[in-house]
């Protein structure tokens, strides 16, 4: 399946009193299209040269794993695509948010040692400076958060 991958470097993204403002000039959108997981990857090479761009490649290792963590959760798990919305705070904090179509409030748990997967969320809640989730009007939104260790 094609993505209709949109990944704009700048992107207008949606405001949320609760974030930090967002610096011109340093937001990414992209949308993805139910079940297309070949199209990570690609996202995943737009963060991190987005990331390169606003000055904190060193954010990148981790915010690339988070993301596709939480972007392979809704396409696996909600049947529908997912919208990834990722900005740098004017205080160099980034915070990513996938939106998807499912009504389940993701948690972490623990796996099974046997289990070959459902340990995503433990990785997002060990390695993010902050994570959460919460119901928008047509599902929900994952989102984490880091910040660079000198800012």
Known sequence: MESQQRFGIGAELPDDDREPECAPGHGLHAVLDPADLAAIAPLRAALRAALGHWGVPELADTAELLASELLANALQHTGGGAVLDARLGTDRRLRVEVRDGGAQLPRPRRAPETATSGRGLLLV???????????????????????????
């Open 125 to 151: 809640e060990v390695l993010a400076d902050g994570w959460g989730v919460r119901r928008h009007a047509d599902g929900k939104i994952t989102w984490f958060e880091l910040a660079p260790a000198h800012p």
